[in-house]
């Protein structure tokens, strides 16, 4: 049997790409981490039917969390193994099928449509999703070989990857889009702040800062530059020669492997990376269509007994790893916010704070070191948020009347929403949810004061187009009577009651522990 050089690099690059991801699922921060800290980031501000969609999956993997992990980097692995050891026959267009369909859910399910629905997509940032192009190398496997050497199979690739090209050139040229403002505002700029904060050596934070300060400055001139390349490519698949597609592959290679480190630093960082992001997929996917395109060359694939036990070894692994998946689907577990509140550990627990120096709703200055000897609870909310924000702040209202006197506790809410910064905004919404000193302190700023205590925090806000409210991390920092950070915990607010007393019971109980650190 002779295998296309196109689908043999398909199937070996991606293959490699499953087997990556797959070992960095046995990261121990992943079992909690992963629903809290990239599921549910991933959709904030998509429609609530994605949002509804993304919680559903987060409830089912946080009723068994280890397991849950398990099972999918069983999963992945297996499609790595088994992907590139199995190169032809009947067995690989079911395993390319089994990819396309793993990836789809993870697509759907894990990544709210890849964030295309949700403020701030970007090609910068991973737009369409990498999972999609798992989808599309599952589907071409899943072609028969003698299909590759067919006119059509070439037409349908150049013709889909422009299109994508072309959607993605206009997300990059939506004229409210933050990647055309200068400043600090701009979204690159923020997102260098977000990746270098990450565990990594100096000199990768060291580099992402300084694109981030670039992008910050030259603006207008990287965002057109990048549109450029986008639609430039496009234009190569579909009327170009064969010369001009492979500098179009080249150039499109180098700009998504420069963007893979400056901007999605590297993508494996963190302990929460789930993949190498999409850079390098919708690289490989290029290369491959334009393989497809040239005059297609064959290499005489070899069935050696090493392939065959690599090939069962993957398959076995595949079909174990999505049989636990389907049992801890039925299976009943625990409560998803009771699971990731005792899933943290020690070491992830306790760190020094930032200076928070902003304004009470009454115009007075106030630092939050003025609270030294209480136990602190920090939330930052929008005060014209009408969705999570009045939730989370009933929650922490909840709490500490739980915990009643016992501690001497002091909640502080920053307002995040630059458009609204007034102290006037933020004693409204302390009005109408019942916010009352000297249990609660409301606090605002100048839009350079909350961005350099959202930045320093690691909180994200997007504004949405919607009344002036924003899309922001729900995060929830404990302070413990030195002023040390007891727990940073990163909990969409719930509205359903089982759920939401879960929370408050936690919440409860680490402001109790917090009160008796030494």
Known sequence: MVEPRARQVLRMGFGLFWLLAGIL??????????????????????PSWVLSLVSGVTGRWLAHPVPSAAAVAMVEIGLGVWMMACASGRASQILGGLSAFWALAIWAGGTGFGGLLGPGSSWFFGAPGASLYYVIAGLLLMLRIPTWDRAVLANWLRWGMAIILVGLALLQAWPSSAFWQSGRANAIHQMAGEMASAAQPSWMAASVRWFGDLAARQAVVINLLALCILLFVAFALL?????????????????????WFLVQDLGVFGGLSTDLNAMLPSALLLIVTVLVLEEHQAVRSSRHWIHAALSILGCSAVSLGLAIVLVLAVLPGTNPELAFASGITEAGRYGSLAPINLTTTSGKAFSLSDLRGKVVVLIFVDPVCTSDCPLLAQEVKAALKSVGKR?????????????????????????????????????????REIEDVSSSLRVLAQPLNNGGMLAH??????????????????????????????????????????????
Do not use: C, H
Request: proline share 5%; aromatic share 6%; hydrophobic share 45%.
């Open 473 to 518: 991390s729900d995060v929830i920092y404990v302070l413990d009577p030195r002023g040390r950070i007891s727990i940073a915990w990163d909990a969409t607010p719930s509205d359903d009651a089982r759920t939401r007393g879960s929370l408050v019971s936690a919440l409860s109980t680490e402001i109790l522990k917090s009160g008796e650190r030494p």
């Open 407 to 447: 501690r001497s506790v002091v909640a502080v809410a920053v307002n995040l929403n630059p458009a609204y910064r007034g102290a006037e905004a933020m004693a409204a919404f302390g009005r109408q949810e019942g916010l009352r000193a000297p249990n609660w302190q409301l606090l605002s700023g100048s839009s």
């Open 25 to 46: 699922q046995l990261q121990a921060a992943m079992p909690i981490g992963l629903a809290t800290g990239v599921l549910k980031p991933a959709v904030t501000g998509s």
């Open 239 to 259: 009327w170009g020669s064969e010369l001009l597609r492979r500098i179009a592959a080249l150039i499109y290679s180098l700009v998504a492997i420069t963007l």
